[in-house]
């Protein structure tokens, strides 16, 4: 079994997605509009550019996500992405990326889990967990 987050943006998944494969060194495995697809026909003129599906490869993980049209759109909630990264600088870098224009639920520091761990809100509306564990 596997599973893969599905995250819906507002309009901007691509700018994410292009940021998230910055911050973590992965690779966008697809970027595909809804020009140019089957469901052309039925979207928007406006809409055309927006993001019907992509897919980030992140280590061993897929992060996948779309445009939401605009009728079906909802604040992101109720979960958030965990992400776990080697050091703490590596935690660090990534948090001071994602929390530019975000929101900070808990600044960097150590836990009685994890040698350095943070909470942010990415300016697109993405929880992120941002973690360097302690072995166990």
């Known amino acids: 079994m596997k599973i893969n987050p599905y995250l819906m943006f507002q309009g901007n998944c691509e700018e994410a997605f292009k940021l998230y494969a910055d911050v973590f060194g992965g690779q966008i495995l697809a ?20 993001i019907m599906h992509a897919a980030l490869k992140l280590g061993d993980e897929t992060l996948m996500a779309s445009d939401s049209p605009p009728a079906y759109q909802k604040p992101m909630s109720g979960f958030a ?7 703490p600088p590596d935690v660090e870098r990534a948090f001071k990326r994602l929390s530019e224009g975000g929101t900070v639920t808990m600044p960097v520091g150590e836990t009685f889990f994890a040698k350095s761990f943070a909470m942010v809100t990415d300016r697109f509306g993405t929880p992120w967990m941002i973690i360097c564990p302690k072995p166990m």
């Not at 970027?31 to 927006?50: C, D, I, V």
């Not at 992405?81 to 050091?87: A, C, F, Q």
């Open 31 to 50: 970027m595909l509009p809804h020009k140019g697809s089957p469901a052309e026909a039925q979207t928007p003129p406006e809409w055309q550019n927006k």
């Open 81 to 87: 992405v965990s992400v776990d990264l080697p050091t």
